[in-house]
């Protein structure tokens, strides 16, 4: 995700795992008047569980800046969770040039895992890596509008100040991202099975300025 943004890496899933789900609409986001309660910011590798949450082991080259925030309610609250150390296992599969899988164990579906997996397989993911810092911010959870029980998480995403690098050469890969589109708002759909949650769709994102709150 350094330059390559979710987006792109999420385009091979959104016809299956949209038409899977009836095309549904991501619910209304409310980003005004609610203040996080603070950012976890962890350079190099974090122990597991760190701010509650599962941390990969990145190089001390890698900073990443996740909201502390979570829902009051238990139900949302574990949804959060499991939204947050999805993202994170996502972000390192593309830091390891899909080397790693740990991120397949928050994903429900084959619709959505086969998708996710084509295209981290494609030849940019696989011979990248990258550096520098990615921020997410303005987490948010609420019941999606059209899946019963299921919880929609959404988050702002901004990978402005990191650069891709070659696996082979160690060398900074050229940006030829558009400047908005490294910021953005994602909401992944997550429902619970057997007690645990588990991301099971992917809405198509949002682009600063249309996500306003999303920009620099």
Avoid at 29 to 38: E, I, M, N
Avoid at 58 to 66: A, E, R, T, W
């Amino acid at each position: 995700m350094g330059r390559r943004t979710l987006a792109g890496l999420l385009a091979g899933t959104l016809l299956a795992t949209l038409a899977a789900c009836g095309s549904p609409k991501p619910g209304t986001f409310h980003p005004g008047g609610t203040a996080l309660s603070g950012n976890t910011f962890l350079p190099a590798s974090p122990a597991a569980g760190s701010g509650g949450l599962t941390w990969p082991p990145f190089g001390s080259d890698v900073h990443i800046v996740m909201p502390s925030w979570l829902p009051g309610s238990g139900r949302e609250k574990q949804a959060v969770i499991t939204a947050k150390d999805f993202l994170l296992a996502f972000l390192y599969a593309e830091y390891k040039g899909s080397r790693d899988q740990r991120w397949t164990s928050y994903v429900s579906g084959g619709g959505v895992l086969d998708g996710l997996k084509s295209t981290l397989g494609a030849p940019d993911i696989t011979t990248q890596s990258f550096r520098g810092t990615i921020r997410f911010s303005h987490i948010r959870a609420f019941p999606d509008p059209s899946l019963n029980g299921d919880i929609d998480v959404s988050e702002c995403f901004d990978n402005s100040h990191s650069e891709n690098t070659s696996l082979a050469t160690g060398k900074i890969v050229p940006d030829r991202t558009p400047a908005d589109q490294h910021y953005y708002l994602n909401t992944d759909v997550l429902a619970r099975h057997q007690g645990e949650w588990h991301v099971v769709s992917v809405y198509p994102v949002i682009y600063y300025p249309r996500a306003k709150e999303c920009g620099p």
